[in-house]
């Protein structure tokens, strides 16, 4: 995708997102409007609204717009651009995997949506640190899913082979796991590089 499309379908889901939690916000404040409604929730609590589905319907679409257009724009990125030292970076040969957890699967995981990039970029590390220390913050892998599912581990030279065979080797978890011996080989055999697959073909 250029970096056109995806900057007008960020403008785009981000004024969707804005209008779903104005819409959540407005129907909020009707409900508290309403005489009945309104007596309810003095005598029993906001949960009234929840529990009736009538109320939480409409509330509910809006909670689901928003979470699934912040889904859309968690998976949104420039194909390419230019760093801070005018180089330009292609986003494409980071390969990496992107994991969406639902906000509430645990407090430390929650997506943080309303950083700019100074703020984004001041934070990083703080933020970094917080979801490695989270289980949840990781993509886990079902049993056997290295046999099936990674059938390649590239990195760019011949020299970056060692130290990812010793990421796989060495680290306490992959995945979020702490995977088995037999398991970390398997990964190891699939490892090889640009340069090597550049002389082999």
Same mark, same amino acid.
């Given at each position: 995708?250029?970096?056109?499309?995806?900057?007008?379908?960020?403008? &785009?889901?981000?004024?969707?997102?804005r209008?779903?939690?104005?819409?959540?916000? !407005?129907?909020?404040?009707?409900?508290?409007k @309403?005489?009945?409604l309104?007596a309810k929730?003095?005598?029993?609590g906001?949960d009234?609204i929840f529990?009736?589905?009538?109320?939480?319907?409409?509330?509910?679409? !809006?909670?689901d717009? %928003? *979470?699934y257009?912040?889904?859309?724009?968690?998976?949104?990125?420039?194909?390419g651009?230019? %760093?801070?030292?005018?180089?330009?970076i292609?986003?494409?040969?980071e390969?990496?995997w992107? $994991?969406?957890i &639902?906000?509430?699967?645990n407090?430390k995981?929650n997506?943080?949506?309303?950083f @700019?990039?100074?703020? *984004?970029?001041? %934070?990083r590390e703080?933020?970094?640190?917080?979801?490695e220390?989270?289980?949840?913050? *990781?993509l886990?892998?079902?049993?056997?899913f290295?046999?099936?599912a990674i059938?390649h581990?590239i990195? %760019?030279?011949?020299?970056?082979?060692?130290?990812?065979?010793?990421l796989?080797?060495?680290?306490? $978890?992959?995945?979020?796991?702490?995977?088995?011996?037999?398991?970390r080989?398997?990964l190891?055999?699939?490892v090889?590089s *640009?340069e090597?697959?550049e002389?082999?073909?």
């Amino acid at each position: 995708m250029s970096s056109k499309n995806v900057s007008n379908s960020v403008i &785009h889901f981000s004024k969707m997102s804005r209008d779903a939690e104005k819409r959540k916000l !407005q129907l909020i404040s009707e409900y508290g409007k @309403n005489p009945t409604l309104k007596a309810k929730i003095e005598k029993y609590g906001t949960d009234v609204i929840f529990k009736d589905e009538e109320y939480n319907t409409p509330i509910q679409q !809006q909670f689901d717009t %928003n *979470f699934y257009v912040k889904t859309l724009l968690g998976l949104s990125k420039p194909y390419g651009y230019k %760093n801070s030292k005018n180089k330009y970076i292609c986003n494409y040969d980071e390969r990496e995997w992107r $994991l969406i957890i &639902h906000d509430g699967i645990n407090k430390k995981t929650n997506w943080e949506w309303n950083f @700019n990039k100074d703020e *984004f970029d001041s %934070n990083r590390e703080c933020l970094n640190k917080r979801i490695e220390k989270c289980k949840d913050g *990781f993509l886990t892998i079902p049993e056997g899913f290295q046999y099936y599912a990674i059938t390649h581990i590239i990195v %760019n030279t011949d020299k970056e082979i060692r130290s990812m065979i010793q990421l796989i080797m060495k680290s306490k $978890l992959l995945f979020g796991e702490n995977i088995s011996y037999e398991e970390r080989l398997i990964l190891v055999s699939k490892v090889t590089s *640009f340069e090597r697959i550049e002389k082999d073909y």
